[in-house]
């Protein structure tokens, strides 16, 4: 069985390390494109290394651009490599433009589309990555969900014939590298100012509806620099280039701004955290795993489970709490009761691969 792997994002790129080594232990052949989306190598190049993933067979470097431009400079890109490639699947993850273009390059090509973390759903229509992921597994053949809640959704719109849950690929990460970075001891690297044996929160910000108006991603900043402890903002590339646009300062306050960090070191870091704030699906997911309490600058999360028990709570603008409420809210303590497991076990990657196998066309 051969299999394209197309991936472009710093989350695609943790996800293909769980794929990569699912395959490494069998006789199947694993092509990998990189589409280039993410081409900073603090979210890209960092991820090959760090999980032990061959470098990608195809490299398109596209950057960045419009979503019209970039998407179509990757369909473009692909088509002769799946063309010439021929495979039995062509595997695309997540809900980026790199997603959408790997499988739209696919599907005109009558090649069978498999899409991993399929069935999450946000019902904002505003979100790109909505967009993304509702298209993509509308055309896919095989959907590889993370969840039962997202099997339910695929179930709703008619997919349910072609849905497997197989657990979340991103457990498998989590969790091995937990236990590497427990067992290791291993301490953070945080930006200057923060003391890791003192409480801090860990954030990140980064989604277009909170970056692109700047009113609104300067409440955010300043709703993060008035908290009561130092918070360690992870500055991805699209956040620095808008508040340098805009004329904003990330270090301000109990603000602190840093470089987003290798997943090791994110782990790490979220480990010694008191919380976590941020608009990342996947943050709030591995702080949800890793047992930390999450506060989501969003109005609705694609991962509902992270919400029961308190475990994550949703405030799209602090702005118009009390400070004494955002403050509350943003530095309580993680639950106390015991996490559920909806997620899966931990062995993800495999059953993948297994999938994949028994649903060969």
């Not at 904003?248 to 782990?267: D, E, F, I, M, N």
Request: aromatic share 4%.
């Amino acid at each position: 069985m051969k299999v394209v792997s197309i991936v472009g994002a710093r989350p695609q790129l943790v996800k293909l390390g769980a794929v990569a080594k699912a395959f490494a232990g069998t006789e199947h052949r694993h092509v990998v494109i990189h589409t280039g989306q993410h081409y900073d190598p603090e979210l890209s190049d960092v991820f090959f290394t760090e999980f032990g993933i061959p470098e990608p067979d195809f490299h398109l470097g596209i950057g960045s651009g419009s979503h019209g431009a970039q998407t179509g400079a990757m369909l473009a890109a692909i088509d002769p490599i799946l063309d010439a490639e021929q495979p039995d699947w062509v595997l695309v993850y997540g809900d980026t433009n790199s997603t959408i273009a790997g499988a739209l390059s696919a599907v005109k090509q009558h090649l069978p589309v498999a899409h991993l973390e399929a069935g999450l759903r946000s019902f904002n229509r505003r979100m790109p990555e909505e967009h993304n992921r509702v298209l993509t597994d509308h055309c896919a053949d095989l959907l590889l969900a993370p969840t039962d809640e997202a099997v339910r959704h695929l179930t709703n719109e008619g997919l349910g014939s072609r849905a497997v849950n197989v657990g979340d690929v991103m457990v498998d990460v989590c969790f091995h590298t937990r236990d590497a970075v427990l067992a290791a001891g291993e301490r953070p690297e945080l930006p200057a100012g923060i003391d890791p044996e003192q409480p801090f929160l860990v954030s990140t910000l980064h989604r277009a509806e909170n970056t692109d108006d700047p009113e609104l991603l300067a409440a955010l900043i300043e709703s993060l620099a008035g908290l009561p402890i130092p918070v360690a903002l992870l500055a991805h590339p699209r956040l620095q280039a808008k508040a340098d646009q805009y004329g904003l300062k990330l270090t301000q306050g109990s603000l602190h701004a840093g470089k987003p960090l290798p997943y090791r070191q994110l782990v790490a870091a979220v480990l010694a955290s008191s919380g976590v704030v941020t608009d990342s699906g996947g943050l709030q997911k591995e702080a949800y795993l890793l047992g930390r309490a999450c506060t989501t600058l969003r109005t609705e999360t694609e991962w509902v489970e992270t919400l029961e028990g308190g475990w994550n709570v949703l405030v799209a603008r602090p702005d118009q709490l009390t400070p004494e409420a955002w403050h509350q809210v943003a530095t309580r303590s993680a639950p106390t009761a015991a996490l559920d497991a909806p997620y899966g076990d931990g062995r993800a990657g495999a059953a993948v691969v297994k999938v994949l196998e028994e649903r060969l066309p």
